[in-house]
DNA sequence: ATTCTATATTTGTAGGACATATCCCTCAAA
DNA sequence: TTTGAGGGATATGTCCTACAAATATAGAAT
């Protein structure tokens, strides 16, 4: 008979008051399809019978229903009516990672994010790699255009990086980085401040090039390309905390 | 007079045969939004100005539009209409992350990303960690119930990392690890085969409690905490590793 | 100039109508 | 019995009209 397990009014509509009836319904469903362990397949009551359940206008249903949809958090067919679905929980980022909409703080969040799970990968990294990986680094590295000092080949760059979220073998991580590439090079472009920590090198820090990542993966050397890793990543590094010891200090 | 750039077709309305209106509309705002690098506070046409200019029915720009609503990417008043606003890139996380809803898969990579994040922000750790930041941590150290080996007080471990990323400073990773909690619970509780990496200890390993993390940190110890955290995870890493292996055999 | 009031505008909600796809049943033909 | 054609039933997709609710703006009153 196709029923989800029950549809129940949040225990505090109060909670919604100021919201609309849409965010209500929304949120109810979500919660319902949590508290009843619904998976993938479950059927759900057609649109009429939630609108009277809800008590609402089946437009307001329609409109919950859409933004579920668009998660992937439901999928609907005509006739068949509506399951639960297996979402790409990386879906809706690709929509809200804009960098013209976000804020300043986020997009260095997001570049901590980026920075943490390069370095933190490693123990995967290298389990995974092969001999072919290598190989394609080599590759790509070989293609690499020379530039002036402290200016690097973009699309290079993200090239290199792009098959290291492979070797992880992690969609979702994979997913998530590749999508903030292009928030990377906004922040080049962008942040003016950003500029210093990348050209100026400190007394006694190695460069590390994408070349030296690679031997240290031949190498299959974790601490060696682990901490090579953080040094190639250092303007980074050293840029978020400049930013977080500044908003410490206010 | 309030205009969005221009609301271009998409350029190919092909792509969205098959999907409905709503999808093809939702996507030509963002695309919009993108193209015309609008950021907060820039308005957005009215419901039946776009209605007008898609020849669709308001319905369905309502519907496009409540999508974009949910995250966080226009907000709309009565009269005043509708702006671009500036998201909580993690606010769609929450809606979508049930243990329940995902596949094994993502569930394992949502694994990964955790322990990449909080072995790789280690840098960020160390340079934020304050002597109050010390002592909250041997707080909650102190007040873990003992349990029986390999049985961990899950409430004490949440407590304990949950502050840890707040030393990070990183909102987002706060937000997205936050949310990550309930779905490690699941896997302790739920994935059999999680358990022999969590009880047997291999040969040499060492065993690294959250007492032992704490005072690596308060010697801001770098590669001492990095390590350390490392092994503390080992069990994840070593499941996520056999995972792979298993999955490149086939 | 300030305050108050009315009006206009825009989103939020309701409900009816029809289009469209597709499952399912029936019945005829092989 | 099996297969296939056809039609009815059902649920989503889209359009439309109407009205409620909120609020910015303009105009009137002080």
Redesign the interface.
């Known amino acids: 008979m196709g029923f989800i397990g029950l549809i129940i009014y949040p225990t505090n509509m109060e909670d919604y008051k100021g919201a609309t009836l849409?965010d209500w319904v929304?949120n109810s469903i979500?919660k319902d399809?949590?508290d009843n362990?619904?998976?993938?397949g479950a059927e759900i009551p057609n649109e009429l019978e939630l609108a009277e359940k809800f008590d609402v206008g089946r437009?307001v249903i329609?409109?919950s229903l859409?933004?579920l949809r668009?998660?992937?958090?439901i999928e609907s067919r005509k006739r068949r009516g509506m399951v639960?679905?297996?979402?790409n929980?990386m879906?809706?980022?690709h929509?809200?990672?804009?960098p013209?909409?976000?804020?300043r703080?986020?997009i260095i969040?997001?570049l901590?994010?980026r920075?943490?799970?390069?370095?933190?990968?490693?123990?995967?990294i290298i389990?995974?790699v092969t001999d072919e990986d290598i190989a394609a680094l080599k590759k790509i590295v070989a293609q690499e255009r020379v530039t002036k000092k402290s200016k690097v080949d973009i699309e290079a760059e993200k090239a290199f990086h792009f098959k290291v979220y492979e070797i992880?073998?992690?969609?979702?991580?994979l997913d998530?980085l590749s999508l903030l590439l292009p928030v990377f090079t906004f922040v080049y472009e962008n942040f003016s401040d950003f500029d210093r920590f990348n050209k100026g090198k400190k007394e006694g820090q190695r460069i590390v090039r994408h070349k030296d990542l690679v031997g240290y993966l031949e190498a299959r050397d974790l601490?060696g390309y682990?901490?090579a890793m953080?040094d190639h990543l250092i303007a980074y590094?050293d840029f978020?905390?400049y930013w977080?010891?500044q908003?410490?200090e206010k």
């Open positions: 849409v929304e979500i399809i949590r362990k619904l998976s993938k437009n329609r409109e859409s933004r668009m998660l992937g958090i639960v679905a297996q979402p929980v879906a809706a980022f929509k809200v990672v804009n013209h909409m976000l804020s703080e986020t969040d997001l901590g994010m920075v943490s799970l390069e370095i933190g990968s490693a123990p995967m389990n995974n992880s073998k992690n969609k979702a991580m998530f601490p682990q901490k953080e590094i978020i905390n977080n010891n908003e410490s």
